[in-house]
């Protein structure tokens, strides 16, 4: 089969198209022939092996030791194994294949726990668009943040491919919607449904004195002071990503990230730092919201197998908005 492959970290010119061994699905396995998968900035810094300190914690220290980037993935269902229950070929499913990756490529084996039927009314490119974004939205507003009806929050953030997700689900969950971004991205995050957005070039939402009952910081961009102070008494910060790394750091997004852990048990307001792992449950919830119009993912570009290079120094610039694609 085809796959993208990686022998050291490096830039994206380290990524080579080529023949391997495809994967059999044994056990509770099952084998998916994949339509799409989508980048995320997990894809990159796992590329590059940064931040360093991360490559002590599984990743490989000298090389990579997974050698098969991307983990969202959406396909059909080309052979399972013996003890599958769930799923039989033929059947359009979706999911995050995590620490594992493998995603650029003709086929993907995964546990059938961590897959789930794709959403009825979703193509493969827009459901290969959902998992880790998807995921990490709905967590971090809906567990983490606790968000409920009537309250306010803020996603800073709001024209990524988590934000794009957060905003929507946000308004599904009952929520009056701020959305953080760009010039150029106000009218998208308005069109997702955001009752207030915010042009940071223009003004500093730390400041301008309006409070949130719940932030969720998905850029990393402002101090945890800073952060504070926009909210209302006893809010709560939601905490993705941790911040903007360019590569080649020791420790890159993590310090933010290092600094709540430390602050919350003293903190009146709630800081968290949201963790994330592929989760069945978590796959049902998106697809029922999906299906029920509760979000419509937002595709920024798309990338055949063979241009993934150019795909992930795409989202590593930057400058990408929603979410950016690979039809296999």
């Not at 306010?152 to 009952?174: D, P």
């Not at 069109?191 to 207030?196: K, Q, T």
């Not at 909210?231 to 750091?249: Q, R």
């Amino acid at each position: 089969m085809k796959a993208v492959v990686q022998d050291r970290y490096g830039s994206p010119d380290v990524l080579e198209l080529r023949d391997v061994e495809p994967p059999a699905a044994t056990g509770n396995e099952i084998l998916v022939r994949v339509h799409a998968a989508s980048v995320n900035a997990y894809d990159w810094h796992m590329m590059r092996g940064d931040p360093y300190l991360a490559r002590l914690t599984g990743l490989g220290v000298a090389a990579p030791r997974r050698k098969i980037r991307g983990r969202d993935f959406a396909g059909r269902v080309e052979a399972v194994g013996r003890d599958v229950r769930r799923f039989r070929p033929g059947d359009e499913v979706y999911g995050d294949l995590g620490a594992a990756d493998g995603a650029f490529a003709e086929y993907v084996c995964v546990s059938e726990d961590l897959v789930e039927a794709k959403p009825a009314n979703l193509t493969f490119d827009q459901a290969a668009a959902v998992p880790l974004a998807g995921h990490t939205a709905l967590k971090g507003l809906r567990d983490a943040g606790n968000l409920q009806p009537g309250q306010h929050v803020l996603v800073n953030g709001a024209s990524g491919g988590v934000g794009t997700f957060a905003v929507q689900i946000a308004k599904s969950l009952g929520a009056t919607v701020t959305g953080v971004c760009s010039t150029r991205n106000v009218e998208l995050v308005t069109s997702l449904g955001a009752d207030h957005v915010i042009d940071y070039t223009a003004d500093d939402f730390t400041t301008n004195g309006t409070r949130y009952d719940l932030v969720l910081d998905l850029v990393g961009n402002h101090s945890l002071t800073a952060l504070r102070r926009a909210l209302t008494p006893g809010g709560t910060i939601v905490l993705s990503g941790g911040g903007v790394s360019s590569g080649g750091s020791l420790v890159g997004p993590m310090w933010l990230l290092v600094k709540a852990k430390l602050l919350a048990p003293f903190a009146r307001d709630r800081l968290l730092v949201l963790t994330t792992a592929p989760d069945r449950e978590i796959l049902t919830a998106l697809r029922h919201l999906a299906e029920s119009g509760g979000f419509t993912p937002v595709i920024d570009r798309t990338y055949s197998l063979d241009e993934v290079p150019d795909a992930v120094r795409y989202v590593e610039t930057d400058h990408a908005r929603a979410k950016v694609v690979v039809t296999v």
